[in-house]
């Protein structure tokens, strides 16, 4: 594999076990079937991390539009004037 590193890793016995018997499967070396499987987790890894970074980047955008609004009235969890305000939205009252 061009560019690659040798690496040593500590396996528990029967994960190194199952790995054997995949490759045996595969007809492929339990190194070989490995290295695939490590790859593959530290894309997902790379993946995972950047979606996260996106999601906590959009968040943070958003909550700094938090509050810099007026609406000239205070607003709160005053659930009878929500209902009122959504009702008036609703019906196409302008």
């Known amino acids: 594999?061009?560019?690659?590193?040798?690496v040593s890793i500590p396996l528990p016995l029967e994960d190194y076990q199952a790995?054997?018997?995949e490759a045996d499967c595969e007809?492929?070396?339990?190194?070989?079937l490995g290295a695939?499987?490590?790859?593959v987790g530290i894309s997902g890894l790379k993946i995972a991390r950047s979606q996260?970074?996106?999601?906590?980047?959009g968040l943070a955008d958003l909550m700094r539009h938090a509050g810099a609004i007026s609406l000239g009235k205070p607003t709160g969890l005053d659930n009878a004037q929500i209902?009122?305000?959504?009702?008036?939205?609703?019906?196409g009252k302008e």
């Open 27 to 32: 007809h492929r070396s339990i190194e070989e």
């Open 52 to 57: 996260n970074g996106a999601h906590r980047g």
């Open 19 to 21: 790995l054997q018997v």
């Open 36 to 39: 695939e499987l490590l790859s």
């Open 1 to 6: 594999m061009p560019g690659s590193i040798a």
């Open 83 to 91: 209902d009122t305000d959504l009702a008036y939205e609703y019906s």
